[in-house]
Each structure stands twice: as structure tokens, then as C-alpha cells.
């Protein structure tokens, strides 16, 4: 079983639909929760981290936390042609020092 | 402001060349500092990590190593490249403390090609 799980896509949305993004993760006692955009050819940036159970807004984007079921997600809402990238997710692992990333998820939003 | 400085951004290696990639740190100290490797189309592969100086942890036996001979350095070394060595070289860092909840931060990356 991998660390960091992801469907590799591509996942097609409309623009201006809610895309959603998911990941699961394998060691049960992980504690810090990031989401990275990555554009073609170029380095990841970081669009959300996330500690706590629950939901977590920033602008049109929230991540979703479950740690009992070890499950993260990425909401877009508004989708634009500009979010069209692949998604990482990194968990942080009981090895304090430690990021696993997923293998992405490729986002396609189409006009 | 922290900023993270990875060069060079391109690189072409014959195979059985050595290597050495650099990344600098500046604006903070004492990071972690982190070596990750994307192949086309992947994820990203934690190769290595360290959290001081001359305090490096293999991920991946391969051959590569890295080094940390001052604070906010990190050097990506081999000594014969394969053609699986082939990928995007990411070096990132992120703050300690902040009880582990601190992201990466990741440099412009280096796309070698060994051919």
C-alpha cells in the first residue's frame, strides 16, 4: 500500500463547476496535511495546509480533513481555466521530518 | 523574506558522469532541508532529508547521495550517473517548530537528462 494515495486523473471539470480532489494516506497517526499545485515544467506551490478535522477555507479553495477515515480533499469552486495544473497532496508522517507526496492528480478544466 | 536558490536549471549528463546539484537557503536558519525527484509524469520521490548539519536520511538506496556542509546548503552528488537518474531535481525547505505543521518550500528545480 502506497504512503499517499491519489487518482492520477486527467479529471475533467467545467469551468465555473467544483472540482474535487482526493487523497488518502496510510499512517494513521500523520498530523500535518498539505495540498501543492504544480504547472507544467515548473515547481509545486503550496495552496492549502491543514491540521484539523474538518473544513479549512481559503478564497475558492477548501481541504477536507478526516482523520478516522485518513482522507484529505481539495474543493475548487469557480473552477477556471487557470486552476487547470496537477494537484500533490504531502502528508507529514510520525517521522516528524518526513513529507510523502502522492503522484498528483491532473486537473483539466475546459472553457 | 526566505528565499531558496537551486541551480543549475538544466542540465545534460552523459552516463557514468559525475554529478552535483547545490541549493541554498537564505533568509532563515536551521532549516530542514529536503531533496525530492520527479520523473515525467510522476509524483514527487523524497530521496533525501536532513534537519542539521552533516545530518543527512536516505530514502532511497540509489546511487546518490547528499551532503549538508553548512547550515542553509544541500548538495545532491553521484558518481556515475544511470539513465534512470533522468528527472526533476526539487530541493525545498521548511522551518522547524511550529509542532511539524510548517509546508515546503520548494526552489525552481533542476531537469537533468542523462543520456
Known amino acids: 500500500q502506497k504512503e499517499v494515495e491519489q487518482n492520477s486523473g486527467p479529471l475533467s471539470v467545467p469551468e465555473g463547476a467544483i472540482a474535487s480532489l482526493n487523497c488518502t494516506y496510510s499512517?494513521?497517526?500523520?498530523?500535518?496535511f498539505f495540498w501543492y499545485r504544480q504547472y507544467s515544467g515548473k515547481s509545486p506551490e503550496l495552496i492549502m495546509s491543514?491540521?484539523?478535522?474538518g473544513d479549512k477555507e481559503d478564497g475558492r479553495f477548501t481541504a477536507q480533513l478526516n482523520k478516522a477515515s485518513q482522507y484529505v480533499s481539495l474543493l475548487i469552486r469557480d473552477s477556471q481555466p487557470s486552476d487547470s495544473a496537477t494537484y500533490l497532496c504531502?502528508?507529514?508522517?510520525?517521522?516528524?521530518?518526513?513529507?510523502?507526496f502522492g503522484s498528483g492528480t491532473r486537473l483539466s478544466i475546459r472553457p | 523574506s526566505q528565499t531558496i536558490h537551486q541551480w543549475p536549471a538544466t542540465l545534460v549528463q552523459p552516463v557514468g558522469s559525475p554529478l552535483s546539484l547545490e541549493c541554498t537557503v537564505e533568509?532563515?536558519?536551521?532549516?530542514?532541508l529536503y531533496w525530492y525527484r520527479q520523473a515525467a509524469g510522476r509524483g514527487l520521490q523524497l530521496l533525501f532529508y536532513?534537519?542539521?548539519?552533516?545530518?543527512i536520511s536516505s530514502e532511497v538506496p540509489q546511487n546518490l547521495s547528499a551532503s549538508r556542509p553548512q547550515d542553509r546548503q544541500f548538495i545532491l552528488s553521484s558518481k556515475k550517473l544511470l539513465l534512470s537518474d533522468s528527472g526533476f531535481y526539487l530541493c525545498?525547505?521548511?522551518?522547524?517548530?511550529?509542532?511539524?505543521?510548517?509546508?515546503?518550500?520548494f526552489g525552481n528545480g533542476t531537469r537533468l537528462t542523462v543520456t
Open positions: 499512517d494513521r497517526v500523520s498530523q500535518s
Open positions: 491543514i491540521y484539523s478535522n
Open positions: 504531502a502528508v507529514r508522517t510520525s517521522s516528524a521530518s518526513k513529507i510523502i
Open positions: 533568509g532563515t536558519s536551521n532549516p530542514n
Open positions: 536532513s534537519v542539521g548539519i552533516g545530518q
Open positions: 525545498a525547505w521548511r522551518m522547524k517548530g511550529d509542532r511539524g505543521g510548517s509546508p515546503l518550500h
